[in-house]
């Protein structure tokens, strides 16, 4: 049927909705384009705000597919936009499109050519998704009611992150709901994961510099000794976890790196504490900051030494909204009937897609990706982390299925 002759059954019948079906093909007819543009990027990653070609990647075919690049303030990340035909809701895409600082060991023909860098978080799939959904959109614009905001954030993997950025760069003006997806190597390819309500945690990152006063080993009494009052310090901060807060919430406080000292005979003049907290609770987490504060602050009193404690970063917890998660599992039961949708455990992981929750409902699904045969179980930040590229149509079906129904364009059949 030509396009003339389709737009005209249309009319006869009343109906130009989209149904889950057509969106399906279309996504089908999309996979190699896909593959390319996914291999494209996972051949050529870029770490946090360092993504100049990856943003002119996008930019490019976003622009060829007729979408309008909005200006922002950033260094990288895209923006974009797609109007439909006629007035409705604006609805949000956030893809992020970062990669890790970690030398890929895996064989695979498109395998990192950045030495130390790699897509070992799956950003490549879902930029790759992003954009399939911008192309399967567009095609579609005549029968679109409202706009399609297209997010591509930088930088979700280092702290302060991009969200907040777009978010002040307008990302979210006028949006009434926000769609997310992460790839999930636990989850196998073909299907995709849900959680209603705290799904991920607020990740408080910080970093504590200890004061003291530096002299000779043998005279300990003349000196203040920043290693040892650092040490108490580090063995107190998981007092808070077990006596300070509510132990029905799970909270975890890691402190990954300790530098201190310069020699065997002398006493350390400082230390550098780096640290993550963990908590799904909102509650806690705007109290965890305080307690560590008072806690490495008291102990460093008691001793004599000075404290300067820095917040490095501060996501809330990733909620999920409900009835946006009833939308994505409708979306996927209409376009996968009878295939089992997966209840993604609670985890502390973090993630600024957060941040967008905070200001509009909206919600994450995992989309599977694992396939044992082909190696694609590895956890995520594996040096060999692989995902099964089917997983790019199911993706790319869902979101344009879910943001059409949001829209209010998606035919009851
Ligand atoms: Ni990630």
């Given amino acids: 049927m030509t396009k003339k002759a389709l737009r005209k059954e249309l009319s006869k019948t009343g109906t130009s909705k989209i149904s889950p079906q057509e969106i399906l093909s279309a996504s089908e007819r999309l996979f190699d384009s896909q593959v390319s543009w996914r291999r494209h990027l996972h051949m050529y990653p870029e770490v946090a ?123 979210l003006k006028d949006v009434s709901t926000i769609f997310s997806l992460h790839v999930d190597p636990s989850v196998p390819v073909g299907q995709i994961g849900l959680r209603d309500g705290a799904a991920l945690a607020a990740a408080i990152d910080f970093d504590l510099t200890i004061s003291g006063v530096s002299g000779h080993a043998a005279r300990p009494h003349l000196c203040v000794d920043a290693l040892v009052t650092g040490a108490e310090v580090i063995h107190s901060l998981q007092t808070i976890v077990s006596r300070e807060v509510d132990p029905i919430s799970p909270v975890a406080i890691t402190i990954g790196q300790f530098h201190s000292g310069t020699a065997r005979n002398v006493i350390a003049q400082t230390a550098h504490i780096i640290g993550t907290a963990r908590t799904l609770s909102p509650e806690i987490a705007k109290q965890l900051p305080v307690l560590i504060k008072r806690t490495a602050e008291s102990i460093c009193a008691a001793r004599g030494a000075k404290l300067e404690m820095k917040l490095i970063a501060d996501y809330p917890p990733m909620i999920n909204d409900a009835g946006v998660n009833r939308r994505f599992a409708r979306g996927f039961e209409r376009l996968y009937t009878g295939k089992e949708i997966i209840t993604t455990p609670q985890s502390l992981g973090g993630e600024d897609f957060a941040c967008y929750l905070e200001k509009v409902p909206g919600a994450m699904m995992r989309l599977g990706v694992q396939n044992k045969k082909i190696g694609a179980d590895k956890p995520w930040h594996h040096p060999a982390f692989m995902a099964d590229e089917r997983a790019l149509t199911v993706g790319t079906a869902v979101l344009s299925t879910v943001i059409c129904d949001a829209l209010g364009v998606l035919s009851d059949q």
């Fill in 49 to 171: 705000n360092t993504e100049f070609k990856t943003t002119a990647f996008i930019t490019d075919l976003v622009e060829k597919t007729g979408l309008r690049v909005l200006p922002i303030k950033m260094k990288t990340g895209v923006l974009a936009e797609l109007k439909g035909s006629k007035p409705g809701p604006s609805i949000a895409l956030r893809a992020d499109i970062d990669a890790l600082p970690i030398t890929e060991e895996t064989n695979l023909p498109f395998k990192s050519k950045h030495i130390g860098c790699m897509h070992a978080c799956g950003h490549d799939v879902h930029t790759a998704t992003g954009l399939g959904v911008a192309h399967l959109l567009s095609q579609m614009r005549e029968r679109l009611c409202g706009t399609v905001r297209f997010i591509f954030q930088p930088a979700e993997e280092c702290p302060p992150g991009g969200a907040r950025p777009m978010i002040a760069n307008g990302a």
